[in-house]
């Protein structure tokens, strides 16, 4: 079988990943899972395997998940990690179902489609991290929005990437029809008058979702947790304003570490206060659950 060579780590994401920020006792488990997601995604990303390899592959992650196969290391560390915390596998087989879907999926009808794949591909990550930090889940649906705002943000930043490559297009069909937007302009050089306002409606549609999560870091019990959930909220409104204003297919349209450093602190820094005078917060109304 070929190899996958893995793309990234941790500190390559987008937005922060068990950061300084995240306590020492909880890091291990959040990077054990995100090793195993990463192992997972890659898999549904490779050019060189065939839908039903991807999905062979990924039922053998599940199966390693779940004691049932040795499918390697990702998913041994994972799998004694939840049992060391009495933790649930839901959450990755949630993403395990999401990742299959990329394998054989390759176009989205509409903003509800796309937010039902951000169900399984995003929703997860952060209810898996509330739980490893035994957080209530009343926290779920702030987090919820959150994450399918990330995850549609990383969409929309590599939409060119992902048509070239995979003939993957995340962005709703309807919203290209609207728009009056061709499969074939997300592979050219710039994005033409009517991609850059195509992605400018869905941009606007994720800040929407930015706002709805904006009580998020207010909920968590856990202070080292809601700065960095501070902290990516920053980072996901800086970013959306970039995809606002910015060429996806020829601008840059990710932070470098200096912008991540400056936008962290000062998130931190109008955090703190907030959170020195916390009051219950109602949580806000639910994105979607799985």
Not at 41 to 70: H, Q, T, Y
Not at 101 to 116: C, H, N, P, Q, V
Not at 143 to 154: M, P, T, V
Not at 170 to 176: E, K, N, R, T, V
Request: proline share 5%.
């Amino acid at each position: 079988m070929t190899d996958i060579t893995p793309t990234k780590t941790h500190r390559d994401e987008n937005f922060p990943v068990a950061s300084l920020l995240i306590a020492p006792q909880h890091r291990a488990t959040i990077l054990a899972f995100y090793r195993f997601v990463r192992a997972a995604d890659d898999i549904a990303d490779s050019a060189v395997l065939s839908a039903p390899e991807k999905i062979e592959r990924l039922d053998c992650l599940e199966a390693g998940l779940l004691g049932n196969a040795d499918a390697g290391v990702e998913a041994s560390t994972l799998r004694n990690a939840l049992a060391a915390r009495n933790l649930s596998p839901r959450h990755a087989q949630d993403l395990l179902m999401a990742f299959r879907t990329d394998a054989t999926k390759l176009r989205y009808r509409d903003w509800d489609d796309l937010i039902g794949y951000c169900t399984y591909s995003a929703m997860p990550v952060g209810r898996f991290v509330l739980d490893v930090h035994g957080e209530n889940r009343r926290t779920w649906p702030a987090s919820d929005g959150l994450c399918a705002a990330l995850q549609i943000i990383n969409h929309l930043q590599d939409c060119g990437q992902d048509y070239r490559s995979l003939d993957r297009v995340y962005i709703p069909l309807d919203a290209m029809e609207r728009n009056r937007v061709k499969i074939e302009d997300l592979g050219a050089e710039r994005a033409s008058t009517a991609l850059r306002n195509c992605v400018r409606d869905l941009s606007s549609r994720t800040r929407e979702l930015l706002q709805d999560a904006a009580p998020f870091s207010m909920l968590i019990d856990d202070l080292r947790l809601a700065l960095e959930v501070a902290v990516i909220h920053r980072l996901a409104l800086d970013l959306v304003g970039r995809l606002m204003r910015r060429d996806p297919l020829s601008e840059r349209v990710h932070h470098n570490k200096a912008e991540v450093a400056g936008l962290a602190a000062a998130a931190i820094l109008m955090a703190l206060p907030r959170r020195a005078a916390r009051r219950p917060v109602d949580p806000p109304r639910k994105v979607q659950d799985v």
